[in-house]
């Protein structure tokens, strides 16, 4: 046994966490049944509460936002009475949960969304590529049809209930998906906003819908229960790099400091195959943020507490060692070995390579 900081408890905002880990948001497309958590979920959740914040994985709020087969909504009153055992069965565990909202925007096929859903984004720009479907398996990218105002101002409106939803199902906070492609990010990227009223042209504007929704958020349920991720650089889902992207973010973060959030989640994703996020821009944003700074993409025990003990981030994101080591902080703690995640299971239906994994502790 071996303690430091990476394991001592600590708070963010109004909650104390039992210690400095995050799970990181994780897509697993097990919620079969309308989108709807189910009772392995529950589990699968339950048995990583030794994290001190569980953010789950994206979670649409809207039936246009279900972009990818199985993955839980959070709009219907069925989706909430069923996290609500997701978010009990964490707590009786001890353990801390945040919903990740995702809108998937243009990285969605009609064979995917729920009905009524409608593939929408900023602009009228594919993705490069296919995407999967359980009816057709790989499908070209459709085209996306952009956004009206009045459908802009619906997105957000979304957001806002999807995140007092998320109160109501007994989430500690939201974070909202600023990163990796999907709607918020399509805003910001001048190459999948090509807008030209509020909403896009400008720097200023296009950051003008992620503002918006994050306001109105921390307006609705409190800032210190919001969280925002990030991902500069990312090439997830087709996006792209493009000249301006540091000042997008430098521009962004000092901005997101008045919605009174708690916290922004900055991923670099190098370890996956990503462009490197540079130092510099980490440490600029994590200048910029007066409150949790986390940081996730790839990271050890070693660089974990590194990260920690030199002040770059106040929490540590782990992603595919918390889905492969439902105990993965206590075989940290005791420097045991790791279960190898399985990717032939990751988005696989049912407990396999979900919830059998086994524990070392
Ligand atoms: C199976 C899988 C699903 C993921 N789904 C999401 C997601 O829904 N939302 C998100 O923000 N990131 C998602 N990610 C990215 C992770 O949150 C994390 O940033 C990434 O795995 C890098 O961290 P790691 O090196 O510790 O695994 C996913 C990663 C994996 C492996």
Same mark, same amino acid.
């Given at each position: 046994?071996?303690?430091?900081?990476?394991?001592?408890?600590?708070? &963010?905002?109004?909650?104390?966490?039992?210690?400095?880990?995050?799970?990181?948001?994780?897509?697993?497309?097990?919620?079969?049944?309308?989108?709807?958590?189910?009772?392995?979920?529950?589990?699968?959740?339950?048995?990583?509460?030794?994290?001190?914040?569980?953010?789950?994985?994206?979670?649409?709020?809207?039936?246009?936002?279900?972009?990818?087969?199985?993955?839980?909504?959070?709009?219907?009153?069925?989706?909430?009475?069923?996290?609500?055992?997701?978010?009990?069965?964490?707590?009786?565990?001890?353990?801390?949960?945040?919903?990740?909202?995702?809108?998937?925007?243009?990285?969605?096929?009609?064979?995917?969304?729920?009905?009524?859903?409608?593939? &929408?984004?900023?602009?009228?720009?594919?993705?490069?590529?296919?995407?999967?479907?359980?009816?057709?398996?790989?499908?070209?990218?459709?085209?996306?049809?952009?956004?009206?105002?009045?459908?802009?101002?619906?997105?957000?409106?979304?957001?806002?209930?999807?995140?007092?939803?998320?109160?109501?199902?007994? #989430?500690?906070?939201?974070?909202?998906?600023?990163?990796?492609?999907?709607?918020?990010?399509?805003?910001?990227?001048?190459?999948?906003?090509?807008?030209?009223?509020?909403?896009?042209?400008?720097?200023?504007?296009?950051?003008? #819908?992620?503002?918006?929704?994050?306001?109105?958020?921390?307006?609705?349920?409190?800032?210190?229960?919001?969280?925002?991720?990030?991902?500069?650089?990312?090439?997830?889902?087709?996006?792209?790099?493009?000249?301006?992207?540091?000042?997008?973010?430098?521009? &962004?973060?000092?901005?997101?400091?008045?919605?009174?959030?708690?916290?922004?989640?900055?991923?670099?994703?190098?370890?996956?195959?990503?462009?490197?996020?540079?130092?510099?821009?980490?440490?600029?944003?994590?200048?910029?943020?007066?409150?949790?700074?986390?940081?996730?993409?790839? #990271?050890?025990?070693?660089?974990?507490?590194?990260?920690?003990?030199?002040?770059?981030?106040?929490?540590?994101?782990?992603?595919?060692?918390?889905?492969?080591?439902?105990? &993965?902080?206590?075989?940290?703690?005791?420097?045991?070995?790791?279960?190898?995640?399985? #990717?032939?299971?990751?988005?696989?239906?049912?407990?396999?390579?979900?919830?059998?994994?086994?524990?070392?502790?």
């Amino acid at each position: 046994m071996s303690d430091t900081q990476l394991f001592a408890p600590t708070t &963010l905002g109004p909650l104390s966490l039992r210690n400095h880990l995050v799970m990181a948001p994780m897509t697993r497309s097990r919620a079969v049944d309308a989108n709807t958590p189910n009772d392995i979920m529950a589990e699968y959740y339950a048995q990583r509460a030794g994290a001190g914040l569980i953010v789950t994985e994206g979670t649409s709020p809207s039936p246009n936002g279900t972009g990818y087969p199985r993955i839980p909504g959070i709009w219907s009153p069925e989706q909430v009475e069923a996290w609500r055992k997701v978010t009990g069965a964490v707590h009786a565990a001890g353990g801390r949960i945040f919903v990740q909202l995702m809108h998937t925007g243009r990285v969605g096929h009609p064979l995917n969304l729920p009905a009524g859903g409608e593939v &929408l984004a900023p602009s009228a720009v594919a993705a490069d590529g296919e995407m999967y479907t359980d009816a057709k398996g790989m499908q070209p990218h459709p085209v996306p049809r952009p956004m009206t105002a009045d459908e802009v101002r619906t997105a957000i409106e979304e957001h806002v209930q999807a995140a007092c939803k998320a109160v109501a199902a007994g #989430f500690d906070g939201v974070e909202l998906h600023g990163a990796n492609g999907y709607l918020l990010e399509q805003f910001l990227s001048p190459q999948t906003n090509q807008r030209t009223d509020a909403w896009g042209g400008s720097i200023e504007k296009r950051l003008t #819908f992620v503002l918006e929704v994050t306001h109105a958020v921390a307006a609705a349920i409190g800032g210190e229960h919001v969280g925002i991720r990030l991902s500069p650089y990312g090439v997830n889902a087709g996006m792209k790099p493009y000249p301006e992207i540091e000042e997008t973010y430098t521009t &962004l973060v000092p901005r997101l400091v008045a919605t009174g959030i708690q916290y922004v989640h900055l991923v670099d994703h190098s370890a996956m195959g990503a462009p490197e996020v540079p130092e510099t821009l980490k440490r600029a944003l994590r200048r910029a943020w007066p409150r949790t700074f986390i940081l996730a993409g790839g #990271f050890d025990r070693a660089t974990a507490e590194a990260a920690l003990d030199e002040g770059r981030a106040n929490l540590i994101a782990f992603g595919r060692p918390f889905l492969a080591n439902p105990d &993965l902080v206590a075989r940290l703690q005791r420097d045991l070995p790791l279960n190898a995640p399985d #990717f032939g299971t990751f988005y696989t239906p049912g407990p396999k390579g979900y919830t059998d994994y086994p524990s070392a502790t």
